[in-house]
């Protein structure tokens, strides 16, 4: 497998102006969960998420109403747009027609010939089609073959398709083969990056709450993005889709894949904790959940590992009897009472965003 530094080596698409593959960071994806036809909600719906660092943003179009909203939306929001379609081609035919970035389609369940159609439209007008193969809607042909969504069933599918769609001349692709079993996930995506140049978008599906989902999303995609797979990336979470954003960039992070938002390493506190730490560490996080820059911020319960550890972060915090010192880039710059912590960290957290932002 061919890698541009790290990273798998794959064809360039552009979803509007985000680069997607060959070398681009990878893309954190979301998907609203508004009616789609209420372009009031949706709208507000995706300016939440752009806020706290969405990149792409998908919407369910699952009839002619939303389709026909798709414009008024993508007028309203700095994100490219990607209408998800199932089973009507027309829909697909709309939403390119709205001018969106991309569309999603399952071709498994859309008709041979009408996805021709469909190919021709998003060919003039620019349009990425992302090839997404769920295990739950594989087709009746693979799946009698292969005794159900199994690894091989799912990279079948999505080859195939992507096959005819490139035999037509269009090859603005991603891929996606989404399962809820992550071993499976991570085999056919593996098969995929050897198998072709698309770039890949990573998720779980039906990963479920909050919990569980970060678990699955993590252990799955963190496997993937480790080996230099994937390109763009969804964190399904049931519920608020805000939720999805720092999970995403929390993988991303820790693989060391994007460094962007504030890194909170906080101490898991024991016997010797003097101060609130997790009550302190919930509310930087709440905070600071629309912070883009990166800073390593440290919130550590007692003067045993504390002042060490928060003098290697760019700025924290270390507790001690009724009072916590603060460290900024190493050295103590106050003592603080419990109840000032939170309200100087943030301030000092922005000033070193100012500072950098000055040095640029
Ligand atoms: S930093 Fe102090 S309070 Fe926190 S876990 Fe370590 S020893 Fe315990």
Not at 178 to 203: F, N, Q
Not at 213 to 234: N, P, Q
Not at 250 to 263: F, K, Q, S
């Amino acid at each position: 497998m061919d890698e541009v530094g790290c990273r798998r080596k794959t064809r360039r698409i552009h979803l509007g102006s985000v680069p997607i593959g060959d070398g681009a960071p990878v893309v954190v994806q979301s998907m609203t969960n508004t009616e789609t036809r209420d372009v009031e909600k949706t709208v507000n719906q995706i300016r939440r998420l752009a806020r706290i660092g969405c990149e792409v943003v998908r919407v369910a179009v699952k009839d002619k109403e939303a389709a026909h909203v798709l414009s008024r939306i993508r007028e309203k929001i700095s994100l490219p747009l990607v209408a998800d379609i199932h089973f009507d081609y027309r829909l697909a035919l709309m939403a390119i027609e709205q001018g969106v970035e991309g569309i999603r389609i399952n071709p498994g369940n859309m008709s041979g010939s009408r996805i021709r159609e469909v190919v021709r439209a998003a060919q003039e007008r620019g349009t990425v089609i992302r090839v997404g193969v769920n295990a739950g809607s594989l087709e009746k042909s693979i799946w009698v073959r292969y005794g159900g969504p199994c690894a091989r069933a799912l990279v079948e599918s999505a080859l195939s398709h992507v096959k005819r769609i490139e035999d037509m001349g269009w090859t603005q692709l991603k891929i996606s083969v989404k399962s809820s079993h992550v071993p499976t996930m991570i085999e056919a995506y593996r098969m995929l990056a050897d198998a072709t140049d698309c770039p890949l978008h990573l998720g779980v599906t039906e990963a479920g709450t909050l919990l569980n989902a970060t678990v699955k999303s993590a252990v799955g995609m963190g496997i993937l993005l480790h080996e230099g797979i994937g390109d763009t990336i969804r964190v399904s979470i049931t519920g608020d889709p805000t939720q999805e954003i720092p999970v995403a960039f929390g993988i991303l992070r820790t693989l060391g894949l994007r460094l962007v938002g504030p890194e909170i390493v906080a101490c898991p506190t024991c016997g010797r904790c003097e101060i609130d730490v997790a009550g302190l560490a919930r509310k930087v996080e709440k905070r600071l959940l629309d912070f883009k820059t990166h800073l390593k911020i440290a919130i550590m319960g007692c003067v045993v590992n504390g002042p060490g550890e928060a003098k290697e972060a760019d700025i924290g915090i270390a507790g001690g009897k009724g009072r916590g010192l603060l460290f900024k880039r190493g050295k103590v710059i106050g003592k603080l009472k419990e109840e000032e912590m939170l309200e100087r960290l943030i301030r000092e957290v922005y000033a070193m965003e100012k500072e950098r932002e000055e040095k640029k």
